[in-house]
């Protein structure tokens, strides 16, 4: 199953699942997506983070002071499907598989598609929708108020990319 990148960020929605496939293009809003996974598993239970370079069917994680591993896995190419269901049933942990989009990486995105245990999270530039959604959830969290003109001029001239679009509007919340 797919899930927008952003919604997942403002909204603290999707965190039920066990595999994350976070992909794209957009390194800032893929570390963000990861961040934002981190964060909100940390802060429901205890969690000890793990980063991977590879996994296979044989990895096991043995923890005696959290209740799970959140594993970070960086190289994506030796996942099989039969990795994920032996993943799936051995253990409680969480798994964020992220990895740059590559006509490799897309053979691997249709192994997770298939499985109700896990989203997809493509990270790519803001349209210019994206950006009225990120900018207004902004506008909200610090109780900001705009006038119409300048929230378009804010869309059109500040950066498609998530982590600079959110450095700028930082800096201009801090005009206040």
């Known amino acids: 199953m797919r899930i927008d990148p952003l919604s997942l960020i403002t909204g603290n929605k999707g965190y039920n699942k066990k595999f994350y496939f976070i992909t794209g293009n957009e390194k800032t809003l893929m570390e963000m997506v990861c961040d934002n996974i981190i964060e909100n598993f ?24 959290h209740d799970r ?33 590559s006509p490799k990486t ?15 999270i493509d990270c790519y530039e803001m349209t210019r ?15 900001l108020s705009l006038d119409k003109s300048l929230y378009w001029v804010l869309i059109e001239r500040l950066e498609n990319k998530y982590g600079l679009f959110i450095n700028e509007l930082n800096k201009i919340s801090k005009l206040k």
């Open 69 to 101: 591993c959140l594993n970070i896995v960086s190289d994506v190419s030796g996942i099989t499907k039969s990795d994920l269901e032996s993943l799936s049933e051995n253990n409680s942990d969480i798994y964020v598989f992220i990895k740059e989009n």
């Open 129 to 143: 929708e994206q950006k009225g959604f990120v900018l207004k959830d902004f506008i909200n969290k610090f109780g």
């Open 42 to 65: 940390s802060k429901n239970s205890s969690i000890k983070i793990n980063k991977i370079k590879e996994l296979d069917s044989n990895y096991t994680s043995v923890e005696l002071f």
């Open 106 to 120: 897309n053979l691997k995105k249709k192994l997770f598609l298939e499985r109700g245990d896990s989203y997809i």
